[in-house]
């Protein structure tokens, strides 16, 4: 029965397999990007643009600590992510936080600005057709049905780990409440002593600290260079729509589903993979105006 | 306080006349076909509050069918564009009955992940000629006997559909239509308690809008006989906002300044190749930062506190 | 149009030898047109200018020069910023002749425009084999290279030293399509079979899924009918899934030297690449590459760069010999009529169709061990004669080629 449907697909059931798990692969990007997207604007109510640029410096932070300090991939791993938070710290210190008084799209239109600026410089400085980078974990082993990288398993494991460690942190610790009570209500937060503002701050650092993981992340595998994250960006944006713009889980559920649905176009009709994403984006939002996990508002 | 907005119309329309004597006449023709795809996006942000972040699909989509029942089936130039504009109002008819239903942020996420598909259509459709577009679309006289092979003429042309579509949009904010739209950007509440078919309001601004950002793109497809990727990737969408953003959003002539500045920076700091982007950013921040209300908003504001001056 | 052109150049060519020195306002002006911000900065870019200024200084040490000035502008890869900057430096700054020009799309804009205005373009950066074929002019040289070159370099190379099965990797788009079709031509017709394809969006990210299903056909060459980052990601996650170890090849259809830096040989190795020029072949070219280095961050040129030295030096011997700049067909008639010669892409000629012919060469890119020093990528594999590897003249469909 089971090859009845197989044949009638057209795929022999390893390559399927195959295709599901990188699927689950690519999916672990979207999850990281959308989740530092969701966690920022969950907060903030700030789209944040420049999510694209900061994983881009994530990946070109790999490689500068390793060309001009011989810092390798596993030390990158956690001081890039650091660097580039107290960065995104350093910006909506300077400028974002002078724009909450006013309507939430002047915060889109200044990341908006602040990516051309960041990928700009990229450009000037390394030039655009990008720098190499060396895979950490080469090698990999046989399943069976596909031959699957180490480091591509690795990228898997890690990004559920700091999925969940995040959606933990927000959804169920003191932490997370606070942070959660302040986006209901800022004024009666502050009312209890604790310090909005800062809050804000360390959150928007967080989640641009999560864009650049994923840029580290994807050093060893994509092609590094200056566009890398402006291509990507439009498509975690609308991850995050499906998802239900601000719902953590709903952004990581999003992320991994969507990769596995993207890898199976490409089985089946790979010409449509780019556009598979934006179609369900369509449907949901006939469907379902909030997203799938979202609550109107 | 009196309306000087006729006045100022007038003078820049001659202005606009003269201009070729002094100044290359298809920078003009871009400027002025920016300008009007600028003024029909600020119908959308200044007037009814919705930042559309997905107008490259209508401003790049109608490019291409005038540019392609011009080259390949041979149509008239006139009926080419009107082509291209009518298939950019059906097009902001589907777009838009799917975007109004959010608002803000969502309705900017919404539109840009519209035209993201709208793009990769244009991508892999075969009529678009993929990364190379339509190339060496001819133009043929105009109504049969207006000559636009000349960029001179042509400018002229140009000149007339955009103070077409500049009336039209003045027409349509200072009607009770454009006082509704105000009343919904305000308060959207209140203007549905008052009874108005609020979505219906929107669903009209926004095809209207889609409407003459067709216009425009269809034109442009003429002036420079082509039509490519670049004027539907969202980058052109990007452009659009910085345009009305620096000239001054809901201002009756900010998008206009917007594009002359934007155009002019690009032509003439083409030889400073790499930093255009750089630059652009920069722009972009400080505005947001410092002058939100744009350069005309600035001016405008300027002249409200010297009037109230010199009259105590 | 077309009569006009012919015509225009008979009479040139009978008055030449009586024609006073006629350069347009006494400024030969070469206007350097690419990107030099985006995708393609850094194979033509600033670098293409540089060997512009060079060509000019070079000549003028073998021949009396007259004022000539090398202006230029970035296109941004956008057709209509290109449509009008060149309008503008024909229009307004009396500009005689564009060269490098990459992009397909801008580079056919500005050739639509060069042929309205009369003027000159030497193209060297832009790929579409459509300028000396069903678009060609009379205003235009194609130098460098183009997609049937290099299709057909790679292709029938491999086929020839046992790459007989081939599975196609293929940007959705119509270049990548054309790019596929040239190839699986050539390497039908050179006893290969195409085994499989699959059409990748464009631009991709991951293209893992893709590769798998390369594999799974096995085929012993993965041909990547892609360009620019598409082409980079997808030779990186190769090595990552390990398909070269496995035994499959890699033939990169568009690939220049500044992709195979920006991949690290450990990465790129045993990738198999045409290209028209490369600076480790000659003592010539390993001059200019010393000179370039020292101006351009380091970096050695690319063909593209190579090709606008060339094609500029042969533009400067043309309107010598025709004392005027003022006519662009007559000028390029004058270029087909003489032979080309110089220092980096040695002796050639133009064809009616505007094509510069020249030797192709194949290459494959070294292992890490094997190479000797920064920038030392590729090992010799073939020589493809100037005869057999452009596209037959009368197979373009150019409509300056009498049939």
Known sequence: MYDFIFQFLGVSPQALFGQLLIGLINGAFYALLSLGLAVIFGMLNVINFTHGAQYMMGAFGAWMLLHYLGIPYWGALILVPVIIGAFGILLERLLLSRLYHLDHLYGLLLTFGLALILEGLFRKQYGSSGLPYNNPLPGGIHLGFMFLPWYRGWVVLISIVVCLATWFMIEKTKLGSYLRAATENPTLVRAFGINVPRMMTLTYGFGVGLAALAGVLAAPIYSVNPIMGSNLIIVVFAVVVIGGMGSIMGSIVTGFGLGVIEGLTKVFYPEASNTVIFIIMAIVLLIRPAGLFGTPR | MKNYDMPIFAVLIALLILAPMAIYPVFLMKVLCFALFALAFNLLIGYVGLLSFGHAMFFGFSAYISAYTVKVWGWPTEIGIIAGTAVAALLGLVAGSLAIRRQGIYFAMVTLALAQMVFFFCLQAPFTGGEDGIQAVPRRPLLGFIDITSDLNFYYVVLAIFAAGFLIIYRAIHSPFGQVLKAIRENEARAISLGYHVDQYKLLAFVLSATLTGLAGSTKAIVFQLASLTDVAWQMSGEAVLMTLVGGMGTVFGPIVGAAIIITMQNYLAGFGEWVLVIQGVIFVITVLLFRRGVVGEIAALATRLTRRSEP | ??????????????????????????????????????????????????????????????????????????????????????????????????????????????????????????????????????????????????????????????????????????????????????????????????????????????????????????????????????????????????????????????????????????????????????????????????????????????????????????????????????????????????????????KGEIRADGRKIHDMHLFEVKAPKESKGAWDYYKHRATIPAAEAFRPIDQGDCSLVKK
């Open chain 3, 1 to 346: 149009m077309r009569w006009k052109a012919l015509a225009v150049s008979a009479v040139t060519a009978f008055a030449a030898p009586a024609a006073m020195a006629q350069i347009s306002d006494g400024v030969i002006k070469i206007g350097v047109m690419n990107d030099q911000s985006g995708l393609y900065a850094d194979l033509s870019g600033q670098g293409s200018v540089w060997a512009a200024r060079k060509a000019v200084e070079d000549y003028c040490k073998t021949a009396k020069c007259e004022k000539i000035e090398v202006v230029f502008a970035d296109h941004q890869n956008k057709p209509d910023i290109g449509s009008t900057t060149v309008r503008q430096w024909f229009d307004v700054d009396k500009v005689d002749v564009v060269v490098d020009v990459p992009t397909s799309s801008v580079a056919l804009a500005v050739h639509n425009i060069t042929k309205e205005k009369n003027k000159v373009m030497l193209n060297s950066g832009a790929a579409s084999s459509d300028l000396t074929g069903k678009a060609c002019s009379p205003n235009t040289v194609h130098w460098t290279y183009d997609t049937w070159a290099l299709a057909n370099g790679t292709g029938n190379a491999i086929v020839k030293t046992g790459g007989d099965t081939w599975f196609f990797l293929t940007a959705d788009y119509a270049f990548g399509h054309a790019l596929e079709r040239d190839t699986a031509a050539v390497v039908e017709k050179s006893g290969g079979k195409v085994v499989g394809r699959v059409r990748h969006p464009f631009p991709g990210q991951d293209f893992s899924s893709f590769l798998l299903q390369a594999q799974q056909s096995k085929a012993k060459i993965i041909g990547l009918a892609n360009a620019g980052g598409d082409t980079t990601n997808s030779i990186k996650q190769a090595a990552e899934f390990g398909i070269v170890q496995a035994g499959q090849k890699l033939a990169g259809l568009l690939v220049f030297i500044t992709d195979v830096h920006a991949l690290s040989l450990q990465t790129a190795q045993g990738l198999i690449l045409t290209e028209a020029w490369y600076w480790d072949q000659t003592d010539a070219n390993r001059a200019f590459s010393a000179d370039f280095e020292k101006a351009n961050k380091g970096n050695k040129p690319t063909m593209v760069q190579a090709g606008v030295y060339s094609s500029v030096y042969h533009y400067l011997k043309a309107v010598h010999e025709l004392k005027s700049d003022a006519d662009g067909a007559a000028v390029v008639a004058k270029m087909k009529s003489m032979p080309t010669d110089d220092a980096l892409f040695g």
